[in-house]
């Protein structure tokens, strides 16, 4: 297999974009078709490349003549209603396109960052999954689709999505908000860009560039008698402890926040500034989550693993599981086949790991314990870590060893 770098340099380039509209349009529509989550337009010293991100990994498209820069960026501007002369800062907004292949809007969200050489743009396709129809499509295991259902029966209280980059955070909050019936509740969303649109939710965007921040918004949103809360992101101490006090006075806040385990979320608050008497009251569910390769159904085939991951496999799983079941396990691995395009996997699922704040979690919260001490602690309340519901899915035949131990 050629590797990035030898395509590109095989690919030939395009002198001229005879029609910057048909080919924007075009773009669009290709990305689509291949179901690509983003799109890179990327100007170098000597051209201007093109990829996407398609299943999570990157596909090159095209490679421009530089002379071509300016129209394609400039139309890339129109469209997203941003300022055409502005090149030294970074803009941001959205283009609806028609997709007439379904007959339906998708919202494109746009970022162009001023580089070396021109502006890059990048895009993110803001195409719903119509397959997840609910909370338990979320790739759940049993034991952690409980918990999640229980906790969202509570009437107040946070419950916070914490997510690293490309996780998908933002729907599985989606889908926790549409959990509740918006013509039973006031529900009120702040975010960053609005992405989806959800009927009867009272969305709204922020603009830090007139002091509409998440802090002013959330001070104004209390007083219009809210039953749900949606905050995109907890990003500083004022937003937390703002999203803190509203879960005391009987609301149920959502949000997310950039962090890599579900104790970790407390360790950030904590480090944030809450106050820890007020978080140990406040809080109730912490969900983390990834995205790992899904493996191929079609040309899946049993796998030999090695005694030294095997180790790894059993020290995970030994305490969850019964032994003999863990020792008999079978494992599989990707074959190409023309089903998944012969890119070995084509889908990508979640795996989870979901902190329920229960009295022992309370007392770590309040003497301030670390991270680590927190989660040997949940582990022995039967928390399932990333790794353990990785591993299970494994063995599930649902995704490869490989890709769980990538989360160590």
């Not at 104004?220 to 905050?231: A, G, T």
């Not at 494992?331 to 979640?350: G, L, S």
């Not at 902190?355 to 949940?378: D, Q, V, W």
């Not at 039967?382 to 060893?401: G, N, R, V, Y």
Request: glycine content about 0%; overall charge negative.
């Amino acid at each position: 297999m050629l590797d990035n770098r030898e395509i590109l340099e095989k690919t030939e380039m395009k002198r001229t974009v005879w029609d910057v509209v048909d080919y924007v349009n075009w773009l669009f529509s290709k990305a689509l078709d291949r179901n690509a989550s983003d799109i890179h337009i990327e100007p170098t010293e000597h051209f201007l490349l093109v990829r996407f991100r398609q299943d999570w990994d990157f596909v090159i498209v095209d490679k421009i003549d530089k002379d071509n820069i300016s129209p394609i960026i400039t139309r890339l501007k129109v469209l997203s209603r941003v300022k055409i002369d502005e090149n030294k800062k970074p803009q941001d907004w959205k283009i609806i396109y028609n997709y007439e292949k379904e007959w339906k809007n998708i919202d494109i969200r746009v970022s162009t960052l001023p580089t070396s050489y021109w502006e890059k743009v990048v895009m993110r396709i803001l195409k719903p999954d119509a397959t997840l129809t609910s909370i338990d499509k979320l790739w759940f295991i049993d034991s952690n689709l409980e918990k999640v259902r229980e906790a969202l029966k509570s009437s107040y209280w946070i419950i916070l999505v914490a997510w690293p980059t490309w996780s998908w955070k933002s729907t599985t909050l989606f889908w926790v908000l549409k959990n509740y019936n918006p013509l039973e509740y006031n529900i009120s969303t702040l975010e960053d860009p609005v992405e989806y649109q959800i009927d009867y939710v009272n969305q709204s965007q922020v603009r830090p560039d007139i002091w509409f921040t998440f802090a002013t918004w959330l001070r104004s949103l209390v007083r219009q008698d809210p039953d749900i809360i949606m905050v995109w992101e907890i990003r500083d101490k004022e937003t937390a402890t703002l999203s803190v006090e509203a879960a005391l006075t009987w609301h149920l806040v959502l949000s997310t926040i950039h962090t890599n385990s579900a104790t970790a979320t407390v360790q950030r608050l904590i480090n944030m500034g809450v106050e820890t008497f007020l978080l140990s009251s406040a809080m109730r569910m912490v969900i983390s989550q990834r995205l790992v390769k899904k493996i191929c159904t079609h040309c899946k085939k049993e796998k030999v693993v090695p005694e030294h991951i095997l180790k790894i496999v059993k020290e995970q799983l030994y305490p969850i599981m019964d032994k003999s079941e863990v020792d008999s396990l079978v494992f599989y691995e990707w074959e190409w086949c023309e089903k998944c395009n012969n890119t070995w996997y084509k889908w990508r699922m979640w795996v989870h790991e979901v902190l329920i704040m229960e009295p022992y979690m309370e007392e770590m919260i309040i003497r301030e314990a670390s991270a680590n001490e927190m989660t040997e602690e949940a582990k022995k309340h039967w928390m399932i870590t990333i790794l353990q519901d990785a591993l299970i899915k494994s063995a599930l035949w649902e995704t490869t060893i490989e890709e769980s131990l990538k989360l160590i």
